[in-house]
């Protein structure tokens, strides 16, 4: 795999859970999730240091989404629990270096996974 690919988006009612997964071809600095509604720009929604294990989210999704990894398999999930219509987006995988701006360097970017949470 050259680009990170990802898995499990679809379509769920308000309160549902979906379990996200992104594969990655190699060892990366840090591995995220994006989001992207219709009309609304790009968004981060979580990320992982893979070496330390250190977390971030979004406060949208703060309480609700965990972000995990399995370095074995180069892998980064995104668990997201009590789904609001409002996280209805195109979820795209990040692979690469963030700062601690937020600011990412030598990304590469996954195709995206729908999810869709009606109410």
């Known amino acids: 795999q050259v680009q990170p690919v990802e898995s499990g988006g679809g379509s769920v009612q308000a309160g549902g859970s979906l379990r996200l997964s992104c594969a990655a071809s190699d060892i990366y600095h840090t591995l995220g999730w994006f989001r992207q509604a219709p009309g609304k720009e790009r968004e981060g929604v979580a990320h992982?240091?893979?070496?330390?294990?250190?977390?971030g989210y979004a406060d949208s999704v703060k309480g609700r989404f965990t972000i995990s990894q399995d370095n074995a398999k180069n892998t980064v999930y995104l668990q997201m629990n009590s789904l609001k219509p409002e996280d209805t987006a195109m979820y795209y995988c990040r692979v690469g270096v963030r700062d601690s701006g937020g600011a990412w360097y030598n990304s590469k970017w996954g195709q995206g996974t729908q999810v869709t949470v009606s109410s």
């Open positions: 992982i240091y893979s070496r330390s294990g250190i977390t």
